[in-house]
């Protein structure tokens, strides 16, 4: 069992509007999965996402799957 924390990032693309997300990618190798929280509620839930299901997520808004923003 690994006792990495996570390493929470925002994108430099926020814009600091208030609905931003952070991930800890540093989990992915370790723990299979990619953590998602809502950066204005940094004690708040957290979502674990396995690392496939979020690759193919990135992906999908790389290409444009989701429509603009």
Do not use: H, I, Q
């Not at 952070?22 to 004690?43: F, I, Q, T, Y």
Request: proline share 6%; with cysteine; aromatic share 10%.
């Amino acid at each position: 069992m690994t006792t990495e924390s996570p390493r929470w990032f925002k994108s430099s693309y926020s814009n600091n509007g208030g609905a931003c997300v952070e991930v800890a990618a540093n989990l992915a190798a370790s723990r299979g999965v990619v953590p998602v929280r809502d950066s204005k509620d940094l004690s708040g839930p957290t979502l674990d996402f396995p690392t496939g299901s979020f690759a193919s997520f990135v992906a999908g808004v790389k290409a444009g799957v989701f429509g603009a923003v």
